[in-house]
């Protein structure tokens, strides 16, 4: 609003070339705020863990699924932990899959009640809130436990989402090595993406249940390179 107010002075003051520029300039820093996932514009992120050691946060985004238990084996087979971002409606209606992850010791986020994939960014302060906090009593009641962190329905946040998590006591990840394999269900391609950002305390972006059908496979590739390369998954509680 603030933005806004100072646009129209600008406007009133030096006219409309000035205005309208300022205007411009306005839109587009919300945009990039939006479509950024790591932009702390509208509160803050975690992009990275805070270490020097050679271990990482596996994240696994949009279970539970078919997917869930397979992946939990691979994960314990690598002596490997991670944390689920689940959607609390896909959880409700399995909830035996999301006490699975916490009986073995894997963490549990918030990934929205409903993941309402193509308008989570445009979602107004009432609906954004409602989507947040119907997801945080749905995972409690599901799994016993309340999140602590939460990531945003294709990382896309807006000005209504850190209201929210303050109110819940939720902070929101965000990711810094990514292999695109909700869309690409090649391993060696995905693994070799993730590799060129994988970084002491970098945050990998997963994904269960993609439409290629292999995100399973795709895991397994990354935990053999991970330890190939002398890194293992930790969860940030563990720092």
Do not use: C
Not at 22 to 27: C, G, K, N, R
Not at 34 to 42: A, D, G, H, W, Y
Not at 158 to 186: I, Q
């Amino acid at each position: 609003m603030l933005l806004h107010v100072a646009v129209a002075g600008s406007w009133w003051r030096f006219g409309w070339p000035v205005g309208l520029a300022s205007l411009v300039a306005v839109h587009l820093l919300f945009v990039w705020g939006t479509l950024r996932p790591q932009s702390r514009l509208f509160g803050p992120v975690l992009v990275r863990l805070p270490t020097r050691e050679p271990v990482v946060w596996l994240t696994v985004d949009d279970g539970p699924s078919d997917d869930t238990m397979a992946m939990l084996d691979l994960l314990d087979e690598h002596g490997a932990r991670a944390t689920f971002f689940v959607v609390a409606e896909r959880a409700a209606a399995r909830p035996e899959l999301v006490r699975e992850i916490v009986r073995r010791g894997h963490g549990l986020g918030n990934h929205s009640t409903s993941h309402p994939s193509a308008w989570f960014w445009a979602l107004g302060p009432r609906r954004m809130a409602a989507e947040i906090a119907n997801a945080q009593r749905l995972l409690q009641a599901a799994s016993g436990v309340s999140p602590h962190w939460f990531r945003a329905v294709v990382g896309m946040a807006n000005p209504f989402v850190a209201a929210s998590l303050k109110r819940l006591g939720l902070a929101r990840v965000a990711w810094s090595a990514r292999g695109f394999d909700a869309v690409d269900g090649d391993p060696a391609r995905v693994v070799a993406r993730i590799e060129r950002d994988l970084a002491p305390g970098a945050i990998v972006l997963l994904h269960e249940s993609a439409g290629h059908g292999r995100s399973v496979e795709i895991l397994q590739a990354l935990l053999e390179r991970m330890g190939a390369l002398g890194y293992r998954s930790v969860l940030p509680e563990d720092l």
